[in-house]
């Protein structure tokens, strides 16, 4: 199975600073037509997941523009310009190409 | 509007049986690809298992701890995803969350349930 492996962990963040998460992923996820398979979930609090950033750098309807994805083949980074109180939350990275589907252990920002 | 809305939850022994249901709404059901996703108590996602459409072969993939024992299949006609679990064990214990690829041919990530079901495997 593909794994992927989650930096930090634990994220605490002071509002209005930036913040960055990485995703590892120990297979490539670079598929055939030319797209990356990574996706960004949030679960906030009490809440399912939900989308964020899809095939990499892809927001999804309606996620604010201070979140943005990067990178290619087996490194990722999200990134939230400047934090807010709403942004708290787990934050998963997961790989769409590979069966089974697998996510990261998940990141926990919470506001400082 | 997209919704997924997941029931069939409850309580259960070791050894039983239970099946969820996921009914969706504002998409296509039959063109989506749909998966179940679950979390145990104070856990990380963990994915179940996916179906395909009927264009793609309804073909079922599922994770290795629930092979053999849980069954996905849909129904087009109602728009419902569901999950048929057999010989269940402690460790299934966990939300069980459904998620949809509403355009697999353009691929734009999942979209998930509201609250997901609660599955409790207790003796």
């Known amino acids: 199975d593909t794994v992927m492996t989650q930096s930090p962990l634990s994220l605490p963040v002071t509002p209005g600073e930036p913040a960055s998460i990485s995703c590892k992923s120990s297979?490539?996820?670079?598929?055939?037509?030319?797209?990356?398979?990574l996706d960004w979930y949030l679960q906030r609090p009490g809440q399912s997941p939900q989308l964020l950033i899809y095939?990499?750098?892809n927001r999804a309807s309606g996620v604010p523009d201070r979140f943005s994805g990067s990178g290619s083949g087996t490194d990722f980074t999200l990134e939230i310009s400047r934090v807010e109180a709403e942004d708290v939350g787990v934050y998963y990275c997961?790989?769409?190409?590979?069966?089974?589907?697998?996510f990261g252990q998940g990141t926990k920002l919470e506001i400082k | 509007d997209v919704q997924l809305v997941e029931s069939g939850g409850g309580f259960i022994k070791p050894g039983g049986s239970l099946r969820l249901s996921c009914a969706v709404s504002g998409f296509t059901f039959s063109d989506a690809w749909m998966s179940w996703v679950r979390q145990a108590p104070g856990k990380g996602l963990e994915w179940v298992g996916r179906?395909?459409?009927?264009?793609?072969?309804?073909?079922?993939d599922y994770a290795a701890p629930v092979k053999g024992r849980f069954t996905i299949f849909r129904d087009d006609s109602q728009s419902t995803l569901y999950l048929e679990m057999n010989s269940l064990k402690t460790e299934d214990t966990a939300v069980y969350y459904c998620t949809a690829i509403i355009t697999p041919d353009d691929y734009a990530g999942e979209r998930w349930g509201g609250q997901g079901t609660l599955v409790t495997v207790s003796s």
């Open positions: 297979e490539s996820l670079l598929r055939f037509n030319g797209y990356t398979y």
């Open positions: 997961m790989q769409a190409l590979h069966t089974p589907r697998t």
């Open positions: 095939l990499v750098s």
């Open positions: 179906v395909k459409s009927k264009t793609d072969g309804e073909t079922v």
